[in-house]
């Protein structure tokens, strides 16, 4: 019995879960084994098997200086991609591959093996293409061919390596990289391409210069093959979703294309996730051999129950359930309760921590104040709001939810009489009403740098200090910070009815690496955010200079 058939046994007697698209490529591929139009050899396969496994040296622990293991998931992957021929011209089946599956289930090290193969017992005169958008990415499956060839050939006896290649001088093989950042992407000769992560690539169209660059630079070989290697990532109508949906469309039947292989181990829910732990091995097929550790993963999922960030974060990188890169922030109990109005003369001549995202024109200028008092765990915010004359008339932003002229009744705005954009003067003027009329002393305010020059002119006025937070994904850790003090109600902001608003309209965005930051959700530029930034700073001051109110 072939490994692919061990594999399709497994599945179907229930040793192994795997999720619908996985079981339907895998009997469909071992369905053509008996398919006149092919011829099943497994040689080949079986050859670099032996190889991968007795010199193929890992570098990481716990596995240094190991050989890998092959696991039957992988086994029946390079099986099936090496194995199947034409039987009318006895080529190799397959020319382009796609293998989906949730990070850390040992895919960057069984193809960097398979490049290793390349490099010492495939065929002479090969050029083998690590790709990926970001330069960063293609070093990887690069680097472990890399750290393979080093601890193999330690003397450089018939191998060598530079900067940008990997050598074999006897057999003539190399081993290089390509990414968006290379100046010169035509004119190479592939043998193989390796596309690591194509979740990253978003140029227009789905299209990707990186990946048809290696696919031209295939076009003169009687045997290319192109392999796509990835986890799903935030982009959505991109490279990588257009290749899933092809692969499903072949799978299905819908898309007739007899050289494309696609392993896709998804979930076949997102709901099973919460419900069914023996489900996770569907996206994740090395959890049974401990290559993943599964105490992580539970861990990593009752967290993410409580936090957005690793909620979406966990859910694209570790079970493959597609996720927009910006996501709603906050649930609606999180912000909107019953507020009682901030108590002024409880607060009267404490300290209190600034933050002002500044506007000219088109975006809400916005100032919170932040004071604490002993023994207590709440943090008391105040607000208020800065907008043009011409606002009160802003459509689009009434459209939007916004309701201006009932906020400056309230109190909650401050119009700028006559004006078409902010006196950003009266910004600072505002925390000079606080302390002239409570005795709320600004011991020191956070600004973004845009229009700041006339803020900081009327703070130097004043004799408060200020300084500058850095935006984007630099309030990771404050966003976070505030969605868990939100939900836990140690947030009194009086309810103030701009800041809901804010609140409601605030997305947060997440990259690769699981930071956050505060965006606008696509396409709805005239759904404010500035309040829920300003709140986010504000929390960022408090991170910096908390002990003030332990003094």
């Given at each position: 019995?072939?490994?692919?058939?061990?594999?399709?046994?497994?599945?179907?007697?229930?040793?192994?879960?795997?999720?619908?698209?996985?079981?339907?490529?895998?009997?469909?591929?071992?369905?053509?084994?008996?398919d006149e139009r092919y011829i099943y050899d497994t040689a080949e396969a079986h050859r670099r098997f032996r190889f991968m496994e007795t010199l193929c040296f890992q570098s990481k622990q716990p596995y240094y200086m190991q050989p890998i293991s092959l696991m039957p998931w992988q086994r029946a992957w390079w099986e099936a991609v090496y194995s199947f021929r034409m039987a009318d011209t006895g080529k190799r089946r397959f020319t382009e591959g796609l293998l989906e599956v949730a990070r850390k289930n040992g895919k960057?090290?069984?193809?960097?093996?398979?490049?290793?193969?390349?490099?010492?017992?495939?065929?002479?005169?090969?050029?083998?293409?690590?790709?990926?958008?970001?330069?960063?990415?293609?070093?990887?499956?690069?680097?472990?061919?890399?750290?393979?060839?080093?601890?193999?050939?330690?003397?450089?006896?018939?191998?060598?390596?530079?900067?940008?290649?990997?050598?074999?001088?006897?057999?003539?093989?190399?081993?290089?990289?390509?990414?968006?950042?290379?100046?010169?992407?035509?004119?190479?000769?592939?043998?193989?391409?390796?596309?690591?992560?194509?979740?990253?690539?978003?140029?227009?169209?789905?299209?990707?210069?990186?990946?048809?660059?290696?696919?031209?630079?295939?076009?003169?070989?009687?045997?290319?093959?192109?392999?796509?290697?990835?986890?799903?990532?935030?982009?959505?109508?991109?490279?990588?979703?257009?290749?899933?949906?092809?692969?499903?469309?072949?799978?299905?039947?819908?898309?007739?294309?007899?050289?494309?292989?696609?392993?896709?181990?998804?979930?076949?829910?997102?709901?099973?996730?919460?419900?069914?732990?023996?489900?996770?091995?569907?996206?994740?097929?090395?959890?049974?051999?401990?290559?993943?550790?599964?105490s992580q993963l539970e861990r990593d999922v009752e967290r993410s129950k409580h936090d957005k960030a690793t909620r979406i974060h966990m859910l694209t990188k570790d079970f493959n359930v597609p996720q927009s890169d910006a996501v709603g922030w906050l649930m609606l109990e999180d912000y909107d309760q019953p507020y009682a109005p901030v108590n002024m003369d409880k607060l009267r001549g404490a300290l209190l921590l600034g933050a002002v995202d500044l506007s000219a024109t088109t975006d809400l200028t916005n100032a919170?104040?932040?004071?604490?008092?002993?023994?207590?765990?709440?943090?008391?915010?105040?607000?208020?709001?800065?907008?043009?004359?011409?606002?009160?008339?802003?459509?689009?932003?009434?459209?939007?939810?916004?309701?201006?002229?009932?906020?400056?009744?309230?109190?909650?705005?401050?119009?700028?009489?006559?004006?078409?954009?902010?006196?950003?003067?009266?910004?600072?003027?505002?925390?000079?009403?606080?302390?002239?009329?409570?005795?709320?002393?600004?011991?020191?305010?956070?600004?973004?740098?845009?229009?700041?020059?006339?803020?900081?002119?009327?703070?130097?006025?004043?004799?408060?200090?200020?300084?500058?937070?850095?935006?984007?994904?630099?309030?990771?850790?404050?966003?976070?910070?505030?969605?868990?003090?939100?939900?836990?109600?140690?947030?009194?902001?009086?309810?103030?009815?701009?800041?809901?608003?804010?609140?409601?309209?605030?997305?947060?965005?997440?990259?690769?690496?699981?930071?956050?930051?505060?965006?606008?959700?696509?396409?709805?530029?005239?759904?404010?955010?500035?309040?829920?930034?300003?709140?986010?700073?504000?929390?960022?001051?408090?991170?910096?200079?908390?002990?003030?109110?332990?003094?």
């Amino acid at each position: 019995m072939t490994y692919l058939e061990e594999y399709h046994r497994a599945i179907q007697s229930g040793e192994l879960v795997a999720g619908y698209w996985i079981k339907k490529e895998i009997s469909q591929l071992v369905k053509d084994m008996r398919d006149e139009r092919y011829i099943y050899d497994t040689a080949e396969a079986h050859r670099r098997f032996r190889f991968m496994e007795t010199l193929c040296f890992q570098s990481k622990q716990p596995y240094y200086m190991q050989p890998i293991s092959l696991m039957p998931w992988q086994r029946a992957w390079w099986e099936a991609v090496y194995s199947f021929r034409m039987a009318d011209t006895g080529k190799r089946r397959f020319t382009e591959g796609l293998l989906e599956v949730a990070r850390k289930n040992g895919k960057s090290t069984m193809f960097a093996a398979d490049g290793m193969c390349d490099l010492f017992i495939g065929e002479s005169g090969m050029d083998i293409c690590c790709a990926s958008n970001d330069d960063r990415q293609a070093r990887l499956i690069w680097s472990e061919i890399a750290g393979m060839r080093s601890r193999l050939d330690p003397k450089k006896a018939i191998s060598s390596q530079n900067l940008t290649e990997i050598k074999n001088r006897v057999k003539g093989t190399t081993v290089f990289r390509l990414s968006s950042r290379t100046q010169n992407k035509d004119g190479f000769n592939i043998s193989k391409t390796f596309l690591d992560e194509s979740h990253d690539i978003c140029e227009e169209n789905g299209q990707s210069e990186v990946a048809e660059a290696c696919w031209r630079g295939m076009s003169s070989k009687d045997e290319p093959l192109f392999l796509n290697c990835t986890t799903q990532g935030f982009n959505r109508e991109c490279y990588l979703d257009k290749k899933i949906q092809m692969a499903k469309e072949i799978i299905s039947g819908e898309w007739d294309d007899e050289h494309f292989i696609a392993f896709l181990f998804e979930q076949d829910s997102e709901s099973e996730i919460w419900q069914d732990k023996s489900s996770w091995a569907k996206s994740n097929p090395s959890l049974p051999y401990g290559v993943k550790k599964i105490s992580q993963l539970e861990r990593d999922v009752e967290r993410s129950k409580h936090d957005k960030a690793t909620r979406i974060h966990m859910l694209t990188k570790d079970f493959n359930v597609p996720q927009s890169d910006a996501v709603g922030w906050l649930m609606l109990e999180d912000y909107d309760q019953p507020y009682a109005p901030v108590n002024m003369d409880k607060l009267r001549g404490a300290l209190l921590l600034g933050a002002v995202d500044l506007s000219a024109t088109t975006d809400l200028t916005n100032a919170k104040a932040m004071i604490m008092l002993p023994d207590e765990k709440k943090k008391y915010v105040l607000t208020k709001y800065f907008i043009p004359e011409c606002k009160l008339t802003d459509s689009a932003d009434k459209e939007a939810g916004a309701d201006y002229v009932q906020w400056a009744r309230d109190g909650s705005v401050e119009v700028h009489e006559g004006k078409n954009e902010v006196d950003l003067e009266r910004v600072a003027d505002w925390f000079y009403s606080l302390y002239t009329e409570w005795g709320l002393r600004p011991y020191k305010i956070g600004y973004d740098q845009r229009y700041a020059k006339t803020f900081k002119e009327r703070c130097d006025a004043y004799g408060f200090e200020y300084e500058i937070l850095a935006q984007g994904r630099a309030l990771s850790n404050a966003m976070k910070l505030t969605e868990a003090d939100l939900k836990a109600r140690l947030i009194e902001y009086g309810g103030d009815p701009a800041d809901k608003w804010c609140l409601g309209n605030c997305c947060c965005q997440v990259d690769n690496t699981g930071m956050i930051q505060p965006v606008k959700a696509h396409s709805t530029h005239n759904k404010r955010i500035d309040g829920a930034v300003t709140l986010i700073m504000l929390e960022e001051m408090y991170r910096r200079y908390k002990n003030i109110w332990a003094k």
